[in-house]
């Protein structure tokens, strides 16, 4: 679902956290489920879809998946492939910033370009460590550790096609 580009787009204070699952729920909304695709894929045939779903009715802390393994229609390789598909099926994180009119084509593409060429832009450790000094003294106020934010070589630049600067 590429959802660590739109991190990267709220991290960097392009869009909302609003506006940022607003767009998790468009991208949830347009994929297609896996019941569809594992049809579509010539994967499980209607009858098989129709008895995980059955069962998928009386256990729903299972998964779809985890319903056709223990059923042995699917193997783990075909039951992987399928999450693939899913995952293929719905709109990039990318299209729909500019489709909802966030951002422009260009800009989604130069700031996906920048985030591309910069895969470590987002710590997947939020942990923060807090820095004891031997010489700090004991009465200093505590403050909230924040996560280092990023450094970057050189910030992407979005300028609005309309601006007029002189």
Known sequence: MSLKFGIYLVEQRIITPE????????????MVSLANLAIRKNLLTIRQVAMILDELETAPSKTFQQIALEMDVLDEAD???L???QLESCTPMRTLVSECGLLTERQAAV???HFDRNPNVIPTDRTVQPATAPHAPAHAP???ARPPR?????????V???STTQ
Do not use: N
């Open 142 to 144: 505590e403050t909230s």
């Open 83 to 85: 999450a693939q598909y």
């Open 160 to 162: 609005h096609p309309y």
């Open 19 to 30: 506006q940022f699952c607003g767009l998790v729920k468009i991208q949830q909304d347009t």
């Open 79 to 81: 039951a992987a492939q």
């Open 111 to 113: 700031l996906y370009h």
């Open 150 to 158: 990023p450094k970057f070589r050189s910030r992407p630049v979005i």
